[in-house]
């Protein structure tokens, strides 16, 4: 009786032996880590007006330089360093408007006067200077508009303060100086 009981086992265990071996599992594919995104420019928190020309004027002056082959007007406050430019390159007759900061890639900048509005993009200087650049030919209607702008402007660059400028007679100097 044991040898049938054991026979009539047999088949359960040539089957169990005889199963299937599961496959292993397939390795997981490495998660690649990229580069973590640029950190955009920070959000300058000030006040918004209703009509940009109500903003108080930027604190500063303007300032008039005539050189061999270039002429510029700057804004800035006693003892600080130059928040705004228009340059003059004489000899190609481009305008180059440019705003004092470090940013190291390129920015709208957006200019806003009584009868005009444009948007520009500003890139960074390729000397290194901590300043951002955009060019306009000098018979450009936008430096007609900024000089004749009743009394102010204003030039909004990404990630910095808006600055709401005077239109004082150095901007048409050096406008001139170029035409």
């Known amino acids: 009786m044991k040898k049938l009981r054991a026979l009539a086992a047999l088949p359960l265990f040539t089957a169990a032996c005889c199963a299937p071996v599961p496959e292993p599992a397939p390795t997981p594919t490495p998660v690649q880590v990229s580069a973590p995104a640029p950190t955009p420019p920070p959000i300058v928190n000030e006040p918004t007006y209703e009509n940009w020309a109500d903003a108080p004027q930027t604190v500063g002056d303007w300032s008039y330089q005539d050189g061999t082959g270039l002429s510029y007007a700057t804004f800035s406050q006693p003892g600080q360093p130059a928040r705004f430019g228009i340059e003059c390159q004489k000899s190609t007759r481009i305008i180059r408007l440019v705003?004092?900061?470090?940013?190291?890639?390129?920015?709208p900048m957006r200019i806003r006067t009584e009868t005009?509005?444009?948007?520009?993009?500003?890139?960074?200087?390729s000397s290194g200077r901590p300043m951002l650049i955009s060019s306009i030919p000098a018979r450009d209607n936008l430096l007609d508009a900024i000089a004749l702008s009743r009394g102010r402007f204003a030039v909004e660059t990404g990630g910095l303060e808006t600055l709401y400028l005077p239109s004082w007679p150095e901007i048409s100097r050096v406008?001139?100086?170029?035409r």
């Open 99 to 107: 705003r004092g900061t470090s940013a190291a890639a390129p920015s």
């Open 116 to 125: 005009a509005e444009r948007l520009l993009t500003a890139s960074p200087d």
């Open 175 to 178: 406008i001139e100086d170029c």
